[in-house]
């Protein structure tokens, strides 16, 4: 009487709720996710290979295009690594101005989030109005570094030219500004009946599936879990800071939600502190002029807006390459946790769990570069195999005779 088969859809990666060209297989009976499978892969941005054919300077330029909403933070969490590597002494205020940046990248980078997320659920006021708020921030960051997205504005060592007259009043000014408006997003969003609806037990995940799962940053602290590299490995002028870590203790799509907004008050808070005791002094340490590390390798991360931003750095001692380089961005660690925390929600949950993770597509396809016919030898469920190659057409090909199962021709169509 009733037609009981499962359907398989396409959400991406030309959708615009999946901020990004993020790629979800849904499987769903009726409305209801039973299955989903994430496909990355389609922004080709192989950052980690081209970084090491450039030189220790040039690559500052291309972390900005990885997380380019955070500019600031990949290259504080890039030049750190390397200054780590080299044993190298940051000024102090040099790391007070670090710290100053990446916590005003913490709050643009909010801004967008909650901006988009409320307008993904169906709330257009606050996407104007948290825009409203960046251009503040980006206006700040112009007139520093001259860039309103991709700002290049680290050097290793230090800083490339010291804050311009009257920008650290323009910042308390900002700060000043946006203690109301946080308070403005919280009037429309946390108690609105219909945004309880969406986001409360939504996308349950609690503190030991979240630490299994390898997510950071405020996913893993809305289930209760305090963990934030600022507290935990200091760096920059973190540890002469004062602020709290908000946690979560339902570890839904409302928890996540609140804890970033208590991130706004608290990046506040760390900003007025390190402005108000900015200290004199020089902005670069003592570099070398051709930076050429000793042998070695070294892991560093920092705590960027979305989560643990580390990278791996290894040296041969002999280019003025790295020998290898490797980046964990929280985007792409926080994105395996999208497959179970849909599961058994409807498909209008999907995009706002999608937004609860807030991820970026320019970190999360770091390493790939452009597609090309992939001759790999796969088994029959589509699973690399060891032995044979394979064409497209030719004996090998990865399903010899009719497909029975339309659920493994989409999942198995990216490895």
Excluded at 97 to 104: K, M, Q, S, Y
Excluded at 118 to 135: H, Q, S
Excluded at 171 to 197: A, G, P, Q
Excluded at 365 to 372: A, Y
Aim: aromatic content about 8%; some cysteine.
């Amino acid at each position: 009487m009733f037609d009981t088969n499962e359907l398989v859809i396409n959400m991406g990666p030309q959708h615009p709720s999946t901020h990004g060209v993020l790629r979800v297989v849904l499987r769903l009976d009726g409305e209801k996710v039973v299955d989903a499978d994430v496909v990355i892969g389609y922004l080709h941005r192989g950052i980690e290979k081209l970084s090491e054919n450039r030189n220790w300077t040039q690559i500052i330029l291309l972390t900005d295009r990885m997380d380019y909403v955070a500019a600031a933070t990949n290259n504080v969490g890039y030049c750190e690594t390397v200054e780590k590597l080299m044993s190298l002494e940051v000024p102090r205020r040099a790391r007070y101005v670090r710290t100053i940046l990446c916590e005003l990248q913490r709050i643009a980078s909010h801004c967008l989030w909650i901006g988009t997320h409320a307008m993904d659920i169906g709330a257009m006021t606050v996407f104007l109005y948290a825009f409203r708020e960046r251009e503040l921030i980006l206006d700040l960051f112009e007139e520093f570094c001259g860039a309103r997205l991709t700002y290049n504005s680290m050097r290793i060592g230090g800083l490339p030219l010291d804050l311009p007259p009257g920008w650290d009043k323009k910042v308390l000014e900002f700060c000043s500004v946006m203690d109301s408006k946080v308070d403005e997003y919280e009037e429309l969003l946390t108690h609105n009946r219909i945004w309880l609806e969406r986001t409360k037990g939504i996308g349950v995940i609690s503190g030991h599936d979240a630490v299994a799962l390898g997510l950071s940053g405020p996913p893993l602290r809305g289930s209760g879990v305090p963990k934030d590299v600022r507290k935990d490995e200091p760096y920059a002028a973190y540890d002469e800071m004062q602020f709290d870590v908000p946690i979560g203790t339902a570890g839904d799509t409302y928890d996540r939600y609140l804890v970033r907004l208590e991130e706004f008050r608290q990046s506040l808070r760390i900003i007025r502190q390190a402005t108000e005791g900015i200290p004199e002094g020089p902005i670069v340490g003592k570099v070398p002029r051709l930076i050429k590390p000793a042998a070695g390798e070294t892991y560093h991360a920092i705590e960027s807006p979305k989560g643990e931003l580390g990278y791996f750095i290894v040296s041969d001692g002999k280019s003025t390459n790295p020998y290898r380089f490797r980046v964990r961005p929280p985007s792409f660690c926080n994105l395996q946790g999208l497959r179970p925390l849909i599961r058994g929600h409807l498909i209008a949950d999907v995009v706002a769990l999608i937004g609860s993770l807030d991820v970026v597509l320019g970190e999360v396809d770091r390493r790939i570069g452009p597609r090309t016919a992939d001759t790999g030898p796969r088994t029959q469920d589509g699973l690399r195999t060891q032995d044979g190659p394979r064409t497209l057409d030719g004996p090998g090909t990865r399903h010899q005779g009719p497909r029975t199962d339309p659920w493994s021709t989409l999942s198995s169509s990216h490895s």
